[in-house]
């Protein structure tokens, strides 16, 4: 097996596996289990490609393990202030909310927030879009067109969150569409630029860190806004 021929099967997984995982589990458990679901997946398809290829080939090396720090402080310090001026309007601060992570015990939403997040989407996502898919994306792409598509996958990926996250805040299903669209090419941007941060730094890490900390810091504060405006007699677990 080479790299250059999982490439079909690590486009189809990017394209239709997480959309499989969302739409099959139920509406009350989906915040919770789809992330480990597909996080459980594609730590064993990492885990194969690191046994099959070896870890420097798919990113996992040492390299770059400092600027990854310096990445993350400055990653977690500029999405606080994003968030805190989202936070100074209501109309901004319900975009920004919830309501799955308002809905969640401190102990679950810690969880979420502290491990799900960055081990089972931050860090496999990484591990997978720029580790593996770009690694065999090269195989057989120019640097250019394999970033575009590595990060053209990444953002279908993310179709199902985007309509998720949108119809779980009451949203209806015209607008949750909506979302899912306007996700899809944000995270394809969002893709590009974590696939050159890879090719300058060398590995996963600052990808990694960048990620972690974008995913983290707004789940925070998108907790913190959904119960900004709840009455104040509804308990806060």
Do not use: C
Request: neutral net charge.
């Amino acid at each position: 097996m080479t790299l250059a021929s999982t490439v079909a099967g690590l486009a189809v997984y990017a394209v239709v596996f997480q959309t499989a995982v969302y739409f099959v589990l139920p509406h009350h458990v989906r915040a919770r289990w789809a992330p480990t679901t597909v996080g459980l997946a594609g730590a064993g398809v990492v885990l194969a490609a690191a046994l099959i290829f070896g870890l420097e080939t798919i990113g996992l090396s040492s390299t770059g393990l400092g600027e990854a720090l310096v990445w993350g402080a400055a990653t977690v310090t500029f999405m606080s202030i994003v968030a805190i001026v989202l936070m100074s309007r209501p109309d901004w601060r319900e975009n920004l909310a919830d309501a799955r992570l308002a809905a969640m015990s401190k102990t679950e939403a810690g969880l979420q927030i502290f491990f799900r997040i960055p081990f089972f989407t931050a860090f496999v996502e990484e591990a997978f879009f720029r580790g593996l898919l770009h690694a065999a994306l090269l195989a057989i792409y120019p640097t250019e067109v394999a970033l575009w598509l590595g990060a053209g996958l990444f953002g279908v990926w993310h179709i199902a969150p985007g309509y998720d996250q949108a119809r779980a805040n009451d949203k209806t299903r015209n607008q949750g569409i909506l979302n899912s669209v306007v996700t899809v090419v944000a995270m394809t941007a969002a893709g590009a630029f974590l696939v050159w941060l890879r090719i300058e730094t060398g590995s996963i890490w600052a990808p990694f860190a960048v990620h972690a900390g974008v995913n983290m810091t707004m789940a925070l504060w998108a907790r913190f806004a959904a119960r900004f405006d709840a009455p104040s007699s509804v308990p806060v677990s």
